[in-house]
Antibody
């Protein structure tokens, strides 16, 4: 069964870049779409964007100018970069498998934006 | 694009049925059969319960069912059990390769 594990800094300063990696185990990245979804503390889910294993991407229009999602098939990893962060970007960030619906989720990682 | 609209809370007694609504527009819920529902227990990642409006992934009890009418989708939980107490989120494809989530509904088993 596929497992997803997010990793990266838990604290990022305002105006800097948030960088996270998702490592996929128990299955291949190939032939799937992979999404990033976030959840501010005590709030609902927000779709950030997705990437196909071939590298094609699509982003939430509200975040598009600040987001980059990439894939490294040799390492079975998906990466997220969100630049110019503010306190509003504080959230649990999930990587997940799927595009139209998400069938497998990582455990999530909390990223706090604070100086 | 606005989030899909869900009631903040819902409740029912053990054994009863409860239905959670998810209202969108003709550009998302009403326009595509790609509504999904997720269950989230406190401190845990969401879990897929329903996809493509009515389909259940393997392992999800048949007490959970989904439906859609016009721009509103619904999740019905029959035979409520204590472990069904959780937050539930709907999601819909919104065209142009975009995905929308609802604001979430807290289900309480009385």
């Amino acid at each position: 069964q596929v497992q997803l594990q997010e990793s990266g800094p838990g604290l990022v300063k305002p105006s800097e870049t948030l960088s996270l990696t998702c490592t996929v185990s128990g299955g291949s990245i190939s032939s799937y779409y992979w999404s990033w979804i976030r959840q501010p503390p005590g709030k609902g889910l927000e779709w950030i964007g997705y990437i196909y294993y071939s590298g094609s991407t699509n982003y939430n229009p509200s975040l598009k100018s600040r987001v980059t999602i990439s894939v490294d098939t040799s390492k079975n990893q998906i990466s997220l970069k969100l630049n110019s962060v503010t306190a509003a970007d504080t959230a649990v960030y999930y990587c997940a498998r799927g595009r139209l619906w998400v069938g497998a989720w990582g455990q999530g990682t909390l990223v706090t934006v604070s100086s | 694009q606005s989030a899909l609209t869900q009631p903040p809370s819902a409740s029912g007694s053990p054994g009863q049925s409860v239905t959670i609504s998810c209202t969108g527009t003709s550009s998302d819920v009403g326009g595509f059969n790609y509504v999904s529902w997720y269950q989230q227990h406190p401190g845990k990642a969401p879990k897929l319960m329903i996809y493509e409006v009515t389909k259940r992934p393997s392992g999800v009890p048949d007490r959970f069912s989904g439906s859609k009418s016009d721009n509103t989708a619904s999740l019905t939980v029959s035979g409520l059990q204590a472990e069904d107490e959780a937050d539930y989120y709907c999601s819909s494809y919104a065209g142009s390769n975009n995905l929308l989530f609802g604001g979430g509904t807290k289900l309480t088993v009385l």
